[in-house]
């Protein structure tokens, strides 16, 4: 089992800047990605980015050129710098762990933290 903690999470004008953090209790296996997805209300969970089992990084279009994802393996840290941001950047932003498959298909087994807000006003 593993418990997901994120952080980072407040209330910004747009244009702004926040990083995120979402710290794992325990060693993530090689063979799992790191993900961060986020959900605005009423709308669906949506993916934002993700570092495969291979070290490799995908942005969903929404977030491309405004945010960076990065990841602190000795630590089990995920971190998501998310600058130039929008109102529809308003949501809860979960960290979620397992295997690849996740990050295309949310609902897929895994483990998922307890979600931090941001808040983007006009």
């Known amino acids: 089992q593993v418990s997901l903690v994120e952080s980072g999470g407040g209330s910004v004008q747009a244009g702004g800047s926040l990083r995120l953090s979402c710290v794992a209790s325990?060693?993530?296996?090689?063979?799992?990605?790191m993900a961060w997805f986020r959900q605005a209300p009423g709308k669906k969970r949506e993916g934002v980015a993700v570092v495969r089992s291979d070290g490799r990084i995908s942005y969903e279009d929404p977030v491309k050129g405004r945010f960076t994802v990065s990841k602190e393996n000795g630590k089990n840290i995920l971190y998501l710098q998310m600058n130039n941001l929008k109102p529809e950047d308003t949501a809860v932003y979960y960290c979620a762990v397992g295997p690849d498959r996740l990050w295309d298909y949310p609902r897929s087994p895994g483990f998922w933290g307890e979600g931090t807000q941001v808040t983007v006003s006009s």
């Open positions: 325990e060693h993530t296996y090689s063979g799992y990605c």
